[in-house]
């Protein structure tokens, strides 16, 4: 976590989205000593757990003790949901580019697909696509987005299927 985010959620003066104007060198310096000081003391109380849990009032929770129960106004920011999510597709990708050979060799708008297609169900589960994954290395896009439909995926999302497979087909993007 940067001391300037830090810096901004203790500004009285702007909101949270606003940069911190220090006024002079040594006032920097003491916040961000401030700030560091409270950072590590804060880590050490909460402790550090990287997936969602209950806290000692029963209250949804991530991280050092970030409150993420909606009953309770918990969650994140738009900015903090974009930053996740740049993570989980920079995941996914080099992912893809690890276990697919050929994955970086297709136009972008099909890598996309793939993309799309694991960052819904995780890479494991797009690799679970064996015929499909085939056609696509084949080059055989037409044949690979009928088999897309044909799964139980485009059952359960027939929007997103219908989308990625025309995509798949075409090489163009549908939308985005």
Partial sequence: MSLEFLAKMFSKKKP????????????NHSTNRFLTQVTNQIKKHEGLVLHAY??????????????????KNGGITEPEAE????????????????????FQTLTQPRQAVLLNMAFQMGTHGLMQFKNTLRLIENGDYSDAADNMLQSLWAQQTPNRAH????????GQWQSG
């Fill in 16 to 27: 949270l989205d606003m940069p911190v104007q220090v006024d002079t060198v040594q006032n």
């Fill in 54 to 71: 209950t806290d000692s009032l029963g209250l949804l929770t991530i991280g050092y003790g970030r409150l993420i129960d909606k009953a």
């Fill in 83 to 102: 930053y996740l999510l740049a993570n989980d597709i920079n995941k996914v990708y080099d992912a893809l580019t690890r276990y697919l050979p050929y």
């Fill in 163 to 170: 989308e990625m497979a025309e995509q798949m087909r075409s």
